[in-house]
């Protein structure tokens, strides 16, 4: 439960060494020649420890407070991938499956499918990219992309188009020569070629500089308040001011 959790100020600790000193050197004061019988009083009051206890538990949970306990969450490693365009002939079963095992093995991917004169922009919620090609019609006449689409697509920093097409060489001269980065599925779409593909492709990891920092003081903060509620109510049960 506490590990990992520090403090930030631990030099503060030194306050505890303070409040020990002072409690054996300067003593609460009475006053016999008005109260001559007082000792016994006193005495008997030293016996409820429960008041001494939220006492050191008030000094205590504050100065853990000021030492400000905290913890290091380190940020959840991220990556970079590739904006990938994935050009399809059809969306019949076969090439769904086929998008479902390349979406699959790309997931830090911004990933868009065009079918037939349908697009569907790059996205990184894959779940609904897969959603949305299902409800596509079922169409089989293939259509010329869209030039819009090439230049956003070339605009990219790491673009990448990948063709599920029995004939990748009828979209070869729709893509401009920019866009080097292109793959040609064989026919029969082994499982091989796709995680070689994705290999060839990988994704590069972002580095962050700091983790995120939580902060516990709160905590401490909040039963050293309750001690002192304690404390304070016991000394006025007792009249020990």
Known sequence: MFEGIYFEFPKLSFLLFVFLGCDQLCPLRSNPLLFPHIHPLIAEKKRLKWIELSKWGMIVFLIVALMSPIKETPMPTQYEGYSTLIIADDTTLETQNKLKALIALRPYDAIGVYVNGVILPLTYDHHALLSMVTHLPKMTKAAPLPHETIRFLTAQKKPWVILLSHNPKQWEPQLPFALKDRS???????????????????????????????????????????????????????GNV
Do not use: C
Not at 191 to 216: C, F, G, N
């Open 184 to 238: 040609f599925p064989p026919f029969a779409y082994e499982d091989q070629w796709m995680r070689d593909e994705s290999r060839h492709h990988p994704a590069i990891e972002i580095l962050t500089e700091h983790a995120t920092k939580v902060y516990y003081y709160f905590y401490p903060l909040f039963l050293g308040f309750m001690a002192l509620l304690v404390y304070l109510y016991g000394r006025n049960q007792r």
